[in-house]
């Protein structure tokens, strides 16, 4: 199983993974860690990450960048609208009226929308994690701003979704920060100890996220975040464009603004202005050669003037700072330390600016470009099975309030409540109680729109199906839940209808059932219908129409009176002997119990995908994807043609020269020209057969020299070899008819075998090596090496075990020496019938046959 986090950012990607070692960031086929957010359409396939990039200048109508943003949003958005003044691809209005790119794909004019582009992204981070695991990826965490509401998240999960993986879990960037920090320290206090309060602060290139976190052993919670969503590093790199667009105006009469080229081709270098000007305080120039009209352009900046241009861009990392202080209810040296991440807080007056609020030094010990996407891959480890890590919960925070409001009935007045507040605990489940004759409707929207960076208030509508009342008439008592899950999304999660049912047991057991559920659920308050009244409360009094029990996904809710999440305790309390719930039974009815009957729940959520349109998009991926695999080996075969034709070129004049008579030389450089020829001409684009057929007229010619050459590097080592092998086991016989004592132990007729077996071999390689010799290199060789290879194997696997047979074990230590002289007089009388057999050294020496190389049967 898989352990992948992906950091998407707005501008570029990490991937990190879970390997034994721990957790790593792996690189792209161009060895680069970071791979741009970029997706380019040509008219045969699509490029993504580097490639695109690539092509951002010279198809820039048609290259995708920048659509983080657009997540989940319509087309008149505000946001986007302002986005599309910046953008040189076109964004357009789709069918269910949220914004899409318009390109030119396949020669032909498509509208993607901004999850189709997402899930391109993903599947080509998919592909780069395969490539590092060696195994499929599936399971994957992927972050997100903190600051992305329920519409774009879920648009985040359907791209994942189109892209086949499955998210465990969307993670705020924070949030995967403070865990890459927290889970490595081996010095937070315990758990019952004042818990250490880290600040984390993340400017990126489009967005500014700050949160406070407190940690203990084994335990991380978000106390408080705040952000800016639109102040990041391009934000500094604008200036800079601006600044330089009215010089070059001025300087060089040149509207820079007017041409798409150039003015991509400005934000590049200045973006590498300011990297520069962040470690260098003198004058940095900027030189752009044809820049536009054949002009070349230069200017210079130094540090001191950009801070002055972007004083108030500087001033306005202030706010979000202090937000998260008061937020959290947190005095400045109640914060043990202040990390920094995110490239913009490279700039130094980002710096100074944090430093300078904290009062302290900030911290920057995690890698700032890659901790988000490392934090990614240990909560994705966490929830995977196939890995142990260290006990580590994870408490997130809500970053807006949300509320609910639900539709009434003719007697009652227009109801609403704020169900999580902001920096409550996340995920959450709150279940509001009901009494309702007939279905009903629940719509979730956030409470302070002001504060929102979205155009859309609202979250969805959910309606309660399937409601009726009770057998009396009276109103049922239907239980919602509301959850926060861990994607941080919003969703009336289940209901279900409390239904009284007359039953003959014993008065005993006929109401208490209902009762003890009640008491044990632990709600804070009890919805009254017009006749029901609370504990304590006098006849004039009225009651709120919602109760509530509260359920943490993760861990329970701090006993701090501050904290949200904070609950009542209205356990029944025995009066009398009597068991009292709520509030009092009006009369005793002794054949009463009640079930809990589940509801079907209908959702309208806002801009959410249908399933239809999300299997459309399924399937268009999986053509464009196969697609991208067809034109990919279409290249692969073209280019495999244009190599075999360089490669050849080069060979035929140096190594393979001798190997190729003249005619054959001149009839295959010929081809060689023609392929040449073709490949930039007609052959420019062909489809895969066509460059299939062309090797293969290639390869009828150029097979056998190479196969030709390579048989004569080869040969005369083999040749070697086997000489060498043969030399050793004469020498071994030698030594058997001299009586020697390693070998006096074998078996005649086996030391006869390895004699026949050396010469016949002999005579075999002192014939094909004569016929060889004979022969010009530029001809077919009589001997190949698999032939020679096969001939030194049966030789090997005839004489070793012979050889090599091991001496029989003696049983007793004290031997006859009469008997001991009387078997080597045996042993020699059985070697000297072998004399006129053996072939000796001297012998295979006059044949011209000499080596000493090792042997080798493979």
């Known amino acids: 199983m898989s352990v992948v986090g992906f950091d998407v950012g707005f501008q570029n990607c990490y991937i990190a993974v879970a390997r034994a070692g721990g957790i790593e960031t792996v690189a792209n086929e161009f060895t680069d860690r970071c791979t741009p957010a970029v997706v380019s359409f040509g008219s045969k396939n699509r490029t993504i990450g580097n490639a695109a990039k690539n092509h951002l200048i010279t198809n820039a109508r048609n290259t995708v ?39 030119m794909y396949l020669d032909e004019e498509h509208h993607f929308s901004v999850g189709q582009i997402m899930a391109m992204l993903l599947t080509k981070m998919k ?20 600051f992305f509401t329920d519409a774009e998240r879920r648009s985040v999960l359907d791209a994942s ?98 041409r798409v080229r150039a003015l991509l081709r400005l934000h590049q270098e200045c973006e590498k202005l300011k990297k520069l000007m ?98 990614c891959a240990l909560q994705c480890a966490i929830l995977s099975p196939a890995f142990k890590v260290r006990d580590f919960s994870i408490t997130d925070a809500v970053s807006f309030p949300v509320s609910l409001s639900w539709s009434t009935e003719v007697d009652e007045p227009m109801g609403n409540h704020e169900v999580f507040c902001k920096n409550h605990i996340s995920p959450f489940s709150k279940v509001i109680t009901f009494y309702r004759r007939d279905p009903f409707m629940l719509e979730a929207f956030y409470t302070d729109p002001n504060t929102l960076p979205y155009p859309e208030a609202k979250i969805g509508q959910f309606t309660v199906q399937n409601v009726t009342p009770q057998d009396d008439g009276e109103k049922s008592k239907v239980k919602v839940k509301v959850r926060v899950n861990a994607h941080g999304i919003v969703s009336v999660s289940s209901a279900s209808m409390v239904q009284k049912v007359k039953t003959e047991d014993d008065d005993s057991t006929s109401i208490m059932d209902d009762m003890e559920e009640e008491a044990n659920s632990q709600e804070s308050t009890v919805i009254v219908d ?55 039974p009006e009369a005793k009815k002794p054949k009463i119990k009640v079930k809990n009957v589940d509801l079907p729940i209908q959702a309208e959520l806002v801009w959410q995908l249908g399933k239809e349109q999300l299997n459309a998009y399924l399937e268009q991926e999986g053509k464009m994807q196969i697609q991208d695999k067809l034109e990919n080996e279409r290249n692969n075969a073209k280019n495999a043609v244009e190599e ?74 083999l040749f070697e070899e086997i000489t060498s092998k043969m030399q050793a086991y004469v020498k071994i016989t030698e030594d058997y008819r001299n009586g020697d004592e390693k070998y006096i132990h074998i078996d005649a007729p086996d030391m006869e075998k390895v004699t026949k077996c050396v010469r016949e071999t002999m ?44 001496k029989p074990r003696v049983e007793s230590p004290v031997e006859d020496n009469g008997q001991i002289e009387e078997n080597a007089s045996i042993k020699k009388t059985e070697a000297k019938t072998m004399e006129e057999h053996v072939i000796t050294p001297e012998e295979i020496s006059q044949n011209g046959i000499n080596g000493t190389t090792n042997m080798d049967l493979n």
């Open 763 to 806: 005579e075999w390689v002192n014939n094909v090596k004569n016929a060889q010799d004979q022969l010009q290199p530029d001809q077919d060789p009589v001997v190949r090496v698999a032939q020679i290879k096969a001939k030194l194997k049966e030789l090997y696997i005839t004489c070793e075990p012979v050889v090599s047979k091991p």
């Open 530 to 584: 017009g006749e029901n009244k609370a504990p304590g409360k006098s006849e004039g009094e009225t009651l709120p129409h919602i109760q509530i029990e509260n359920h943490q996904a993760q861990s329970p809710p701090s006993p701090d009176p501050t904290e949200e999440g904070k609950q009542n305790d209205v356990t029944p309390q025995k009066v009398n002997g009597e068991l009292k719930a709520h509030q009092p």
């Open 278 to 375: 962040s470690s260098n305080s003198t004058d940095i120039p900027l030189n752009i050669e044809c820049f536009m009209d054949d002009k070349d352009v230069a200017g210079k900046m130094n540090r001191a003037q950009f801070e002055e241009m972007c004083a108030d861009l500087i001033e306005r990392v202030v706010a979000p700072l202090k937000a998260v202080v008061e937020q959290a209810q947190l005095q400045l040296q109640d914060i043990s330390s202040v990390e920094i991440v995110g490239g913009a807080t490279r700039i130094p007056a980002v710096k100074e600016r944090i430093v300078k609020f904290f009062g302290k030094d900030v911290s920057t010990t995690l890698n700032a470009d890659e901790a988000v996407a490392r934090g």
């Open 65 to 103: 960048f920048n659509f983080k943003r657009l997540h989940g949003r319509p087309f008149q958005d505000p946001v986007v609208q302002s986005e599309k003044a910046n953008l040189p691809y076109d964004l357009v209005p789709l069918q269910n009226g949220s914004v899409g790119a318009k390109v």
């Open 161 to 258: 979704q189109i892209a086949g993986l499955n998210c465990l879990r969307l993670m705020n960037d924070t949030t995967a920060v403070a865990l890459n920090y927290g889970i490595y320290k081996q010095d937070l206090p315990s758990p019952e100890e004042k818990p250490k309060i880290v600040v984390f602060v993340d400017m990126g290139h489009s967005a500014f996220q700050v949160s406070a976190c407190a940690f203990n052993k084994g335990k991380l919670k978000v106390l408080a975040t705040a952000f800016d969503p639109y102040l990041g590093g391009r934000n500094f790199d604008q200036r800079l464009v601006d600044y330089f667009s009215v010089e070059f105006k001025s300087k060089y009469n040149l509207d820079v603004k007017s």
């Open 644 to 717: 075999y034709v360089y490669y050849f070129r080069h060979k035929l004049e140096g190594p393979y020269e001798v190997f190729v008579s003249k005619q054959d030389r001149e009839k295959f450089t010929q081809l060689l020209d023609q392929t040449e020829n073709w490949l930039y001409d007609e052959g420019e684009d062909q489809p895969k057969q066509a460059y299939l057929d062309k090797m293969e007229e290639l390869k009828k010619l150029g097979m056998p020299v190479q196969e030709r050459y390579q048989e004569a590097e080869v040969r005369p080592k």
């Open 127 to 146: 592909e780069t994690a395969e490539n590092n695991l060696q195994k499929k990826v599936t399971d994957c965490v992927i972050s997100v701003p903190t």
